[in-house]
C-alpha cells in the first residue's frame, strides 16, 4: 500500500517518505514576494499605488516573510508604492528593487529603504545584450553594493541568468559581492533555463563558494513548467529563501508560483514553511481580480476545479475525500462541491439533491440523470442549481 497515514489531512504517497530524508534536516523555508516587481511585469498588468498597499495587506496576512514592493527608478508610481507600503507597519520586511546604478541606489536611498535586492546581468549573452563588460559588470557591482551597504541598506545579491553563466565568473561575482558587504545571495534562473538537477547543483555551489553564514535565495522562471520543482530542488540543494509570485505571474511563463511550493514542501516532504496555508486561495483570487485575469480552473491549490466533481465514477467516491484527493480542502480553506453534467451519475444526483435539499427517490434518479446529461450535453456545460431544481419538478415523484 502506497498512500501515506492520514494526518492533518494530507495523503499523499509514503514513498514520498522512502526518498526524501533530505527533508527531516531542512529548517523552515521563508518565502519573498515578488509579485508587486517580476509579477506585475505579466504582459499587460498594471498595478496602482492602491492596488500594490492592499496586495501588500493581503500578502501580510498570506505570512511572506519579505515583500518586494517595487522598482523605484521604472516609474513615480513605483516610488508612490513603495512609500506607501512602508508606513502600513507591516510584520513583512519591505524590500526594493534595484540594478547596479547610481540612479537607482538614490532611488532607493531616497525612499528610505532599508533593504534591496541589487541585480547585474551574469552570462556572456546577458552582458552583451547591456552592451557591458566582464570586468566592469562586476566593479559596478561591487560598489553598487559599498554604496548600499554605506547607506544603512541590507543587500541580496542577484546575479542576472545565473543559471547561464560562465562558473568561474559566477563565482567571481558571488564572491565580489559577498566581500563588498552584500549580505545575502540569490541564484536566479532568469529564463527557467535550468532542470530541478542542475538548480540543485547550482545552489550547492554557490553555498560551497560563500559558506554557510549567507543566507540563500532561489529565484526562478517557468518556462518548461518546472519552476515549482526547480524550488524544491533548490531547497533540497541548501535555499532557505524561495522567491515567487502570487499565481505564478511575471515574464512570459512566469515565476514560481509561492502557494505551489510551500504546498509541495509541506505535503509532499514534510518540510516546514512559513505561510498562512488557509489564506492561499483567497489571496490568490484577490490578486487575480487586481490583475484582470482569471486564474486557470485546474490550476493546482487555487484552481476552482480541484475540490469540484462531475465525473460519476468520483461522485461516488466523494463521501471519503482521501480517495480522490491527495490533501484536504480544510487546510487550504475551500469547499468541496459535486457539478451536474454530462459525466454525472446515479450518486452525482444523489449528492447534489441532498446538498439542494430536494426529494429525488431512488426510483426516479435514473429518469433525472438522463435529462441531467442531455442538458449538459445541449448546453456543452454543466447544469446550474436552478435548471436541476427544474429537472426535479418536472419529473415529479
Not at 492520514?6 to 521563508?30: D, E
Not at 506585475?40 to 514592493?69: S, W, Y
Not at 554557510?212 to 529563501?241: K, Q
Not at 505551489?260 to 496555508?277: D, I, K, Q, S, T
Request: aromatic share 6%.
Amino acid at each position: 500500500m502506497n498512500s501515506s497515514p492520514a494526518k492533518s489531512g494530507i495523503w499523499t504517497s509514503s514513498l514520498n517518505q522512502q526518498t526524501s530524508a533530505w527533508a527531516a534536516s531542512v529548517p523552515k523555508v521563508r518565502f519573498y514576494d515578488t509579485t508587486l516587481r517580476d509579477g506585475e511585469q505579466t504582459v499587460g498588468v498594471v498595478f496602482t499605488p492602491e492596488q500594490k498597499t492592499e496586495i501588500a495587506v493581503k500578502l501580510d496576512e498570506l505570512g511572506v516573510g519579505r515583500i518586494e514592493a517595487g522598482f523605484p527608478r521604472v516609474s513615480p508610481e513605483d516610488a508612490e508604492a513603495i512609500r506607501r507600503i512602508q508606513q502600513l507597519g507591516l510584520r513583512a520586511e519591505v524590500w526594493g528593487f534595484g540594478r547596479a546604478a547610481q540612479a537607482d541606489l538614490d532611488a532607493l536611498v531616497d525612499l528610505g529603504v532599508t533593504h534591496t535586492i541589487l541585480e547585474i546581468p551574469a552570462s556572456p549573452i546577458k552582458l552583451q545584450a547591456y552592451g557591458m563588460e566582464p570586468e566592469a559588470a562586476r566593479r559596478k557591482m561591487s560598489e553598487g553594493v559599498r554604496y548600499a551597504v554605506s547607506h544603512g541598506i541590507q543587500v541580496a545579491f542577484f546575479p542576472v541568468d545565473a543559471t547561464r553563466a560562465n562558473m568561474a565568473y559566477l563565482r567571481s561575482l558571488y564572491e565580489a559581492a559577498a566581500e563588498a558587504g552584500a549580505q545575502e545571495a540569490v541564484i536566479v534562473d532568469t529564463i527557467g533555463a535550468c532542470g530541478p538537477e542542475a538548480t540543485e547543483y547550482l545552489v550547492r555551489q554557490v553555498r560551497e563558494w560563500l559558506g554557510e553564514s549567507i543566507p540563500l535565495h532561489y529565484h526562478g522562471h517557468n518556462d518548461f513548467g518546472m519552476a515549482t520543482s526547480c524550488a524544491i530542488a533548490a531547497v533540497r540543494g541548501g535555499a532557505t529563501w524561495i522567491q515567487g509570485t502570487i499565481n505564478g505571474m511575471g515574464e512570459r511563463a512566469g515565476n514560481a508560483d509561492i502557494a505551489e511550493v510551500a504546498m509541495a514542501l509541506h505535503c509532499l516532504y514534510g518540510v516546514p514553511v512559513e505561510m498562512n496555508l488557509s489564506r492561499i486561495r483567497e489571496v490568490s483570487a484577490f490578486v487575480a481580480r487586481a490583475a484582470g485575469y482569471e486564474v486557470d480552473a485546474w490550476k493546482p491549490v487555487v484552481g476552482r476545479n480541484i475540490f469540484v466533481r462531475e465525473s460519476g465514477a468520483v461522485a461516488s467516491q466523494f463521501h471519503i475525500p482521501e480517495s480522490i484527493e491527495p490533501f484536504s480542502a480544510d487546510i487550504v480553506s475551500a469547499q468541496r462541491e459535486i457539478v451536474l453534467g454530462k459525466k454525472s451519475g446515479l450518486d452525482s444526483v444523489a449528492l447534489k439533491a441532498d446538498a439542494l435539499n430536494l426529494d429525488v427517490p431512488a426510483e426516479r434518479r435514473k429518469e433525472v440523470l438522463e435529462m441531467v446529461k442531455a442538458r449538459g450535453v445541449a448546453k456543452r456545460g454543466l447544469i446550474t442549481d436552478e435548471e436541476f431544481r427544474e429537472i426535479v419538478a418536472a419529473v415529479g415523484h
